[in-house]
T-cell receptor, first 116, second 112 residues
């Protein structure tokens, strides 16, 4: 069983640039969620994708956007990067939608973004 | 907005001592999950509690969900150095949402 894989693992961008982070979900999982984890904080929910559509969004501005592909992999795009966007971005996959099927999250190792 | 608060933020214990972290939500939760994140790692699922007053055990770990489904606790008996890490509770605010609200975590240090 393949786990959740994320790329790149680390990247450095400058303010105003755009970034795309990628995630492959665990085999058998059809839902992908993205979380932002600042240093010393808990993960903050960005959004969730199910059947290639956004299924719930946290308190993040529209410059955070995403995609889910037919193979359930996903991308997180952030435009007009700000210094405060520096964080660990975690992708998590799960089975089912919403609270159905327990929706236990399997996290990837994350992409650490530094914005200078 | 909906918040999940966790205390304490840090806990240093001697190996063999017990440890407890507490989680409180501003709203009723449909369920609560607990995750462990080792230093430099990613959150790993430990357990999910769904029913009011539910208690679950995993070896030395005991998890409780409050009667009002607004609070939860994790208790570790006789800590070991392998218990080191940050423990997060994560609450699901509704029955039809994929959103999990994470607490800020409790970081446990265990002195051998």
């Amino acid at each position: 069983e393949t786990g959740v894989t994320q790329s790149p693992t680390h990247l450095i961008k400058t303010r105003g640039q755009q970034v795309t982070l990628r995630c492959s979900s665990q085999s058998g999982h059809n839902t992908v969620s993205w979380y932002q984890q600042a240093l010393g904080q808990g993960p903050q929910f960005i959004f969730q994708y199910y059947r290639e559509e956004e299924n719930g969004r946290g308190n993040f501005p529209p410059r955070f956007s995403g995609l889910q592909f037919p193979n359930y992999s996903s991308e997180l795009n952030v435009n007009a990067l700000e210094l405060d966007d520096s964080a660990l971005y975690l992708c998590a996959s799960s089975k089912g939608q919403g609270a159905s099927g327990a929706n236990v999250l399997t996290f990837g190792a994350g992409s650490r973004l530094t914005v200078l | 907005g909906q918040q999940v608060m966790q205390i304490p933020q840090y806990q240093h214990v001697q190996e063999g001592e017990d440890f407890t972290t507490y989680c409180n939500s501003s709203t009723t939760l449909s369920n609560i999950q607990w995750y462990k994140q080792r230093p430099g790692g990613h959150p790993v699922f430990l357990i999910q509690l769904v029913k009011s007053g539910e208690v679950k055990k995993q070896k030395r770990l005991t998890f409780q969900f409050g009667e009002a489904k607004k609070n939860s606790s994790l208790h570790i008996t006789a800590t070991q150095t392998t218990d080191v890490g940050t423990y997060f509770c994560a609450g699901r605010p509704g029955s039809n949402t994929g959103k999990l609200i994470f607490g800020q975590g409790t970081t446990l240090q265990v002195k051998p």
